[in-house]
């Protein structure tokens, strides 16, 4: 494979835990990697963005909506994934992690198409933990990714821009709807969360596929529905991938990310541990052997995606001493 592409959002925390959670960590390979790479920055941009310019594609939701079965056409849609949302004093956090059953999650949505069907809005749930909302015309909205709103107040979170009052509007009237349903009624009943809203992200319409990516690897649920729509490899491990002929690859890897916005920071820890021994390692590996040309590592932080390039002509930097990863924090 000449080059892949890993993007690792939460690899480098803000300055004031940096140095504290990752102390003790022995990180040999991946010091390498980042001492003796050709740094540059580049603008923020999630995974779920990546991914899209990578295929060409305009918006995540018509890609996931078309992996999980569903004829997108030229409408616009809109992932609309059931939540629990939980007031906490001042907050509203955003709990992703609500089991639906697909019982549950064909009545609910039938409960939301009678309410707004006349409005042009159709409600589907291909899969019980991935639902959508298609509507006629596009929306001129700017939403989060759910990734990134889990597990935090959703107040900075809400849609932005010209129809944002629109898509809060909605979001309201759906959270109505669920309230009161027997459904959750029957949920708490049994001690479990209800499934009180949808959290809307990831609109637009869709677009042809046009990629030089073989294959893709990492987060399933980022990747997966790529792969499906493109016809290309989803691989589950680095060997795996690096086997595959082609020219590039996309690995992305969301563990550090998750943990990190959970709090959980021993997660965090046994991420970075399996990124050193599962990623770093062997792509030195493959990069000394020649089975891979070039890398490129994009580690999102919070204001921007540093990237760091690496070939076999960089590992031979032997004058770049390796550093702690708090010193890569800007």
């Not at 042809?208 to 529905?225: Q, R, Y």
């Not at 890398?295 to 932080?301: F, M």
């Amino acid at each position: 494979m000449k080059l892949l592409q890993v993007s690792i959002p939460a690899l480098l925390l803000p300055r004031d835990a940096m140095q504290r959670i990752s102390a003790g960590l022995e990180l040999p390979y991946l010091s390498k990697i980042l001492a003796r790479s050709v740094r540059t920055s580049a603008p923020y941009c999630v995974p779920e963005d990546f991914l899209c310019e990578s295929f060409g594609a305009q918006a995540f939701a018509p890609i996931r909506a078309a992996a999980d079965g569903l004829d997108v056409g030229d409408a616009y849609w809109m992932c609309a994934d059931p939540v629990h949302l939980e007031l906490q004093q001042s907050q509203v956090i955003l709990q992703p992690e609500v089991k639906c059953g697909a019982e549950e999650s064909a009545a609910l949505c039938e409960v939301l198409n009678r309410h707004f069907g006349q409005d042009g809005i159709a409600f589907f749930a291909p899969h019980p933990q991935r639902w959508y909302v298609r509507i006629a015309e596009p929306s001129d909205v700017t939403t989060t990714p759910l990734r990134i709103a889990s597990w935090r107040d959703v107040k900075p979170y809400q849609p932005q821009g010209a129809e944002a009052l629109r898509w809060r509007s909605l979001s309201n009237e759906v959270q109505m709807l669920l309230h009161g349903h027997a459904i959750n009624q029957g949920r708490e009943a049994r001690g479990r969360q209800a499934i009180n809203s949808v959290w809307f992200w990831g609109g637009g319409v869709a677009s042809g596929i046009t990629t030089k990516i073989s294959v893709l690897a990492g987060d399933e649920a980022l990747a997966s529905p790529f792969s499906k729509v493109a016809a290309i490899p989803y691989c589950n491990s680095l060997e795996e991938m690096l086997s595959v002929e082609g020219d590039a690859g996309i690995w992305v890897e969301s563990a550090l990310a998750t943990a990190w916005q959970r709090g959980d920071l021993y997660a965090w820890r046994d991420a970075m541990e399996w990124v050193e021994s599962e990623l770093a390692r062997p792509l030195w590996d493959a990069i000394e052997q020649g089975r891979l040309q070039s890398l490129t590592l994009d580690v999102l932080t919070e204001t921007e995606t540093r990237r760091f390039a690496f070939d076999r002509s960089a590992s031979w930097k032997l004058w770049r001493r390796t550093s702690s990863l708090s010193a890569y924090v800007v």
